[in-house]
C-alpha cells in the first residue's frame, strides 16, 4: 500500500509526511511525472486501516481484517461495491455524505456525476442488510445523499395502515 508514496519519496527528492500527503497529491504528481498510467487502486485512495480494526453502529459489526458485515450477529454477503459504499458511510455514522464524495471514495474519478448509479447500489444494499434485519439503516437526505442512521434512530418500517372502513 506504501509503494506509491515510497516510489514518490526516492523520484522527487522532496520530503513527502504520510500524515499530510493525501493520496490524491501523490497519484496526481506521479500521473505528472508519467510514471503512472492506471489509477491507483481504491485501498491506497482510503483512509489507513489497521487489520484489527473494526467498526460497531448499534449491531452493525463491519470486520475490516476479513471484509466482513454481521448485523446483529447474522452473516450480510455483500458484493465488493456495495462493501465500499457501507464502509464509506459507517466512518463517518454521523456526518451526511454527498452524492459526490461517495461517488469519488467508492467508484473513483469518471463516476463523481453518475447519481442513477449510487442510487441503484444504495438500493441494493438495502436489499442486503433487510435479508437480516427490519432496520432502516441508510437513511437518504434526497437531493444531497446518504448517511448511516445512528442506533437510537434506526427505525422499523412503517407498518401497514389499519383498514377502518365499515364497508363489509
Known amino acids: 500500500m506504501a509503494q506509491p508514496l515510497d ?8 520530503a513527502i509526511d504520510d500524515e499530510t500527503a493525501t493520496a490524491r497529491f501523490v497519484e496526481a504528481w506521479l ?9 491507483v487502486p481504491r485501498t491506497f485512495r482510503s483512509e489507513p486501516i489497521h487489520i484489527s480494526d473494526r467498526i460497531v453502529i448499534g449491531d452493525m459489526v463491519i470486520d475490516l481484517a476479513r471484509h466482513g458485515v454481521e448485523i446483529g450477529g447474522a452473516d450480510v454477503r ?8 457501507l464502509l464509506h458511510l459507517a466512518r463517518h455514522p454521523e456526518r451526511l455524505a454527498e452524492h459526490r464524495d461517495i461517488l469519488l471514495d467508492v467508484w473513483g474519478s ?8 449510487l442510487q441503484v447500489t444504495i438500493r441494493s444494499l438495502r436489499a442486503r442488510i433487510a435479508l437480516v434485519t427490519d432496520k432502516q439503516l441508510i437513511e437518504t437526505v434526497y437531493g444531497v445523499g446518504y448517511r448511516i442512521a445512528r442506533p437510537a434512530e434506526a427505525h422499523e418500517p412503517p407498518a ?9
Do not use: C, F, K, N
Open 7 to 14: 516510489a514518490a519519496r526516492r523520484l522527487s527528492g522532496i
Open 110 to 117: 469518471g463516476y463523481e456525476d453518475d447519481i442513477h448509479l
Open 78 to 85: 455483500l458484493t465488493p461495491t456495495e462493501y465500499r459504499l
Open 160 to 168: 401497514r395502515p389499519l383498514d377502518l372502513s365499515l364497508t363489509r
Open 31 to 39: 500521473r505528472r511525472q508519467g510514471l503512472m498510467a492506471v489509477p
